[in-house]
């Protein structure tokens, strides 16, 4: 929300799936041989937002 200026509420529906129901990704493993991913999420959601933003919507 904070990223893209989003004022609105967010409501959950309970009633509904909250995920796909098997998650394939797990890093678990690489976290324990010592990898660390390079940019922390929030950055990476905010550079994405940024490249869409410009790219896909001619805006900067």
Do not use: A, H
């Given at each position: 929300m904070?990223?893209?200026?989003?004022?609105?509420?967010?409501?959950?529906d309970?009633s509904?799936?909250?995920?796909?129901?098997?998650?394939?990704?797990?890093?678990d493993?690489?976290?324990?041989?010592?990898?660390?991913p390079?940019?922390?999420m929030q950055?990476?959601?905010?550079?994405?937002?940024?490249?869409?933003?410009k790219?896909?919507?001619?805006?900067?």
């Amino acid at each position: 929300m904070s990223i893209v200026g989003y004022r609105g509420n967010i409501i959950f529906d309970s009633s509904k799936p909250d995920g796909v129901i098997k998650k394939l990704l797990n890093v678990d493993i690489m976290l324990d041989l010592g990898w660390k991913p390079k940019i922390e999420m929030q950055k990476g959601i905010k550079e994405t937002y940024n490249w869409y933003k410009k790219i896909v919507l001619n805006k900067e």
